[in-house]
């Protein structure tokens, strides 16, 4: 199994707080991934990393930040958390953005915002 | 706008038969369409994938099939096992380098 670790696995939050998961990579993968899973939605792309320092906006990024100070690490941050983004997040990483490679996902990390 | 659609939420199937999920997406430039399976509690794992350049891809029990005219992908398993049973997505990529996810296929198989 890739190896790819989300924390905190659950974490139950006021609106308005912020909150910062992270995710953390043994591979050695040049290209990271935030992606939020709710019902009737499928996964759906936040922000994305191609390098240290290098980041892009995906599909659903309003109201969220990302950073990527290290290979192995990429941060998602919800600056001032809104109900609307209790979900499931799932990290992903990849070692080219060639078509035929498949992401590696981590377990998940499950948002509840009161 | 849904991209990708996967238009049966759940499937029953009892062990030994045939499992046919399926998923409809909307763009003709998508080049490359995958397969991935999801247990509770964990992260999708990737199954299976296929070009745009072919309409079949075939390992072991699983084999996808693509109709690119009526822009539809399924995947067979076959034979069934209770061990199957899970969520499976299908995704989907563009040349912009996107990937795109359906919503997914609660597999039920009984043994």
């Known amino acids: 199994d890739a190896g790819i670790t989300q924390s905190p696995r659950h974490k139950v939050t006021e609106t308005g707080t912020p909150v910062t998961l992270r995710c953390h990579q043994t591979?050695?993968?040049?290209?990271m991934y935030w992606y939020r899973q709710d019902p009737g939605h499928g996964l759906r792309l936040i922000h994305y990393s191609y390098g240290v320092k290098d980041t892009d906006k995906g599909e659903v990024s309003d109201g969220y930040s990302v950073s990527r100070s290290k290979t192995e690490d990429f941060l998602l941050t919800l600056e001032s958390a809104t109900s609307s983004q209790t979900s499931v997040y799932f990290c992903a990483i990849s070692s080219t953005r060639n078509s035929n490679q498949p992401q590696h996902f981590g377990d998940g990390t499950r948002l509840s915002i009161l | 706008d849904q991209q990708v659609k996967q238009n049966s939420p759940s499937l029953s199937v009892q062990e030994g038969r045939i499992s046919i999920l399926n998923c409809d997406y909307t763009?003709?430039?998508?080049?490359?369409f995958l397969w991935y399976k999801k247990y509770p509690a964990e992260g999708p794992t990737f199954l299976i994938s296929i070009s745009s350049i072919k309409d079949k891809n075939e390992d072991g029990r699983f084999t996808v099939f693509l109709n690119k005219s009526a822009k539809h992908l399924s995947l067979h398993i076959v034979p069934s096992q209770p061990g199957d049973s899970a969520v499976y997505f299908c995704?989907?990529?563009?040349?912009?380098?996107?990937?795109?996810f359906g919503t997914g296929t609660s597999l039920t198989v009984i043994p």
């Open positions: 995704a989907v990529h563009n040349t912009g380098n996107q990937f795109y």
């Open positions: 763009n003709s430039m998508f080049d490359y």
């Open positions: 591979e050695n993968h040049r290209y």
